[in-house]
């Protein structure tokens, strides 16, 4: 009995779990590195399909918002049509005239609600600007 | 007598904890982590002062977009997009000054004008004026 006991004694394993904190830690310095939160979460769209699309950067980025009604919305806001110059005189002073404006225009709005979003942004100088789109599955 | 009490003062800091905060904090991170991938067709709007240049009109190729989706290239209907950019295509080869006049009516979807000037933008045409159409 006394031989059996001892033969499972030296068996037993462990799993070596001295450097688990350490690569929680390192994941962990990852994760905080990389975060920036979300201050513009958005309104509920569906981005239209496109192929030649290009990656955004987001520094002096803001968001234009249209939803499938034509309503625009900014930084988790809906701003009537006229105030979007006034927003974007902003944003164009804050990011010292970098600004690049990106349009997020739900696919079934009226190609009218974009234009007019347009139109306001010419007013205030936001010249650079980005439709969003999201990449098309297939065509890749 | 002296030796035992040292023995005794030794104490360890419990680590065994560690990794649990460790994970907690990390599974924090990772949920509220947003990754930013925006992806997007870049257009420069004309400015103000930009005065409108008169373009020969052999210079010109007019894309129509109507409330209903048709699509008009120069007031001829084509329903295909893969049609409309080989048609473009074809006049930018014979015209390196070609412009694109995508005129889009205010009723038309988004998407219908997103898919053209994604089209322009794979044939590698650069000139492309947008236009709308406001009139009922």
Request: charged share 25%.
């Amino acid at each position: 009995m006394a031989v059996i006991k001892r033969k499972k004694k030296s068996a037993d394993a462990k799993i070596p779990t001295a450097s688990m904190a350490d690569i929680a830690f390192l994941l962990l310095v990852f994760f905080m590195v990389t975060t920036v939160f979300k201050v513009d979460s958005g309104i509920d769209l569906q981005l239209p399909l496109a192929e030649k699309v290009e990656k955004l950067q987001r520094k002096n980025l803001a968001i234009v918002w249209i939803n499938d009604q034509g309503k625009v919305a900014i930084e988790d806001k809906f701003v009537p049509m006229e105030f979007v110059s006034n927003l974007m005189d902003q944003k164009m002073f804050e990011t010292n005239g970098e600004l690049i404006v990106e349009i997020k225009a739900d696919k079934t709005a009226r190609y009218g609600a974009v234009d007019a979003v347009f139109e306001e942004l010419k007013a205030s100088g936001a010249l650079r600007v980005v439709l969003g789109a999201n990449v098309e599955s297939g065509g890749r | 007598m002296l030796r035992k009490s040292r023995l005794k003062v030794q104490e360890d800091i419990p680590d065994s904890s560690m990794a649990d905060i460790a994970f907690l904090l990390l599974i924090f991170f990772m949920v509220t982590t947003g990754f930013f991938n925006d992806k997007g067709l870049s257009i420069m709007l004309p400015g103000e002062a930009q005065g409108s240049a008169k373009i020969p009109k052999q210079n010109l190729c007019k894309i129509f977009i109507n409330s209903a989706g048709n699509i008009y290239v120069d007031d001829q209907p084509m329903q295909e997009l893969t049609t409309i950019s080989n048609y473009v295509e074809s006049r930018m080869k014979e015209n390196d000054k070609l412009v694109v006049i995508i005129k889009t009516d205010v009723n038309a979807r988004y998407e219908w004008m997103l898919s053209i000037f994604d089209e322009m933008k794979k044939i590698g045409m650069k000139k492309i004026s947008l236009q709308v159409n406001k009139k009922r």
